[in-house]
Nanobody, 125 residues
Framework: VQLQASGGGLVQAGGSLRLSCAAS????????IGWFRQAPGREREFVAA????????YYADSVKDRFTISRDNAKNTVYLQMSSLKPDDTAVYSC???????????????????WGPGTQVTVSS
């Protein structure tokens, strides 16, 4: 499956953005889709994940209650709605997918074998 993330941009602290991760080549059926981010000089970190079958969601503690991951079956797209953004949320956000991720490994980037180009999110103070 090929992935394309979009929706990044520049926003003031406290603002909102919605990122999209669209799939092409095949549907997301039976995939786990994850969002990760990487800021300059920092390790890539888990943000959120969604199991397409069943819809279970998972969040990093740092974004829980501020970010929401969701899906649109008809558009074969996963969204990351980000609210109450902080300057610390500034990073390149990437989506990833895999059919073989187990729940205990869902937060690890090495569990995903399909990655799309990232999209820059910049939050100004």
């Amino acid at each position: 499956v090929q992935l394309q993330a979009s929706g990044g941009g520049l926003v003031q602290a406290g603002g909102s953005l919605r990122l999209s991760c669209a799939a092409s080549g095949r549907t997301f059926m039976s995939y786990v889709i994850g969002w990760f981010r990487q800021a300059p000089g920092r390790e890539r970190e888990f943000v959120a994940a969604l199991k397409w079958s069943g819809g279970a969601t998972y969040y990093a503690d740092s974004v829980k209650d501020r970010f929401t991951i969701s899906r649109d079956n008809a558009k074969n797209t996963v969204y990351l709605q980000m609210s109450s953004l902080k300057p610390d949320d500034t990073a390149v956000y990437s989506c990833a997918a895999s059919r073989t991720v187990i729940t205990s490994s869902i937060r690890y980037s090495r569990s995903y074998n399909n990655w799309g180009p990232g999209t820059q999110v910049t939050v100004s103070s």
